[in-house]
DNA sequence: AACACCATGTAAGCAGTTACATGATTAG
DNA sequence: CTAATCATGTAACTGCTTACATGGTGTT
């Protein structure tokens, strides 16, 4: 249920491609809705359908053809309709490496992990930091906050970034509690 | 597939009812890996069938029958073998919050969500220092580290706290955000 | 009297994943 | 020459959610 709104939110930022959408879905949205190309083919087929938004064939010459998609008005009264709602479902978290650490009986495999886990993080964190700068084109945030119309992106952006901020943090930590087992054997 | 690892892993803390891991998985592994009942019945169904964990029935008197279910050797073996492997795939998050946040329009509905969020961190913040303390058992962190066999279930409780924290001080970036655009008009 | 807890399970349906296919274009 | 990008889609499958059912016990 929620994708499809996940999907009319993301159109929010103007016609896009099925494929765009993915990229969108594989990048920013995957910090809060992660999606694959073949769910959002199908979500947006459905949308069609329902008229929620509207599709529009684009012949190119030395490309695919392509189906740009709009909102219409109907969904974006559907959108604005669920966004005053509160949420039904709290936040759910998938994180293979929990798992394997709740049952881990080797530290060095461990701390190879976390090591790949910071690695990771300090790259989305850099990638965040620059949507930030894009979206702020050079203005403080004050200047951005009372000029923009929209404050959604920078809000579930802000989460990314406390999100893998916090991500490091606890990594730290695990890091200096294995060492101190490692270190007494 | 990895719901599979999860409840080995949660069998490591010793033999269970699939009533009482739907508690597990509603209340501690909810923060990595949630599940509802009927995923779990049908999960250890399974691994019954696969020989990784053993099936005992228990009847009981003023209760329904239940059956218990411990690792077996084999059981301890897949999963250690999970474990030492680096994961998948990478974390994935679900938050309707988010969703309804990208899209939002009316500043002060925003608030109560964010509000309300905020009020859920809080305790589940309360709850997992409780669990800590039932851990430490008044020893110091050190100590408990020097002492216990297993640190896995430390290691996601302070995981769990981390990303509680890190929910909040966002929360906090988010109101100050929304006050200053109300602000303005 | 009404509700929550204990304890399991079936059935139906929806959501998400994986594999495969197409075929030209462009970058390394 | 190889790989990645663009752009879509079908098909088969696995995983997850929701509704419902049972029936005694304990709590407010």
Redesign the pocket.
């Known amino acids: ?4 709104y996940a999907v009319l939110a993301a159109l929010l930022e103007g016609e896009a ?7 969108v879905f594989d990048i920013s949205f995957a910090n809060f ?7 959002l ?5 459905r949308l069609a359908r329902d008229g929620l938004v509207e599709a529009r064939f ?1 012949q ?9 998609f709009t909102l219409t008005e109907a969904g974006r009264e559907d959108l604005r309709a669920f966004a005053a709602e509160p949420p ?2 709290p936040t ?1 978290i ?1 994180d293979e490496l929990l798992i394997k650490l709740q049952a881990v009986d080797d530290p060095e495999a461990a701390r190879a992990m976390i090591e790949e886990r910071m690695t990771w993080a300090r790259g989305k964190l850099g990638r965040y930091e620059r949507v930030r700068e894009r979206l702020l084109d050079g203005r403080t945030e004050d200047a951005y906050l009372r000029e923009s119309d929209r404050v959604g992106p920078y809000l579930t952006l802000l989460a990314g970034i406390s999100f893998e901020e916090g991500n490091l943090r606890w990594c730290e930590r695990v890091l200096a509690v294995l060492k101190q087992r490692v270190a007494q054997g």
């Not at 099925?18 to 990229?23: A, D, Q, R, T």
């Open positions: 249920m929620s994708l499809k491609s099925g494929y765009e959408l993915s990229k809705w992660p999606a694959t190309p073949q769910q083919y199908r979500e947006l087929e684009v190119q010459e030395r490309r695919p053809n392509k189906r740009m039904r479902r759910a998938r």
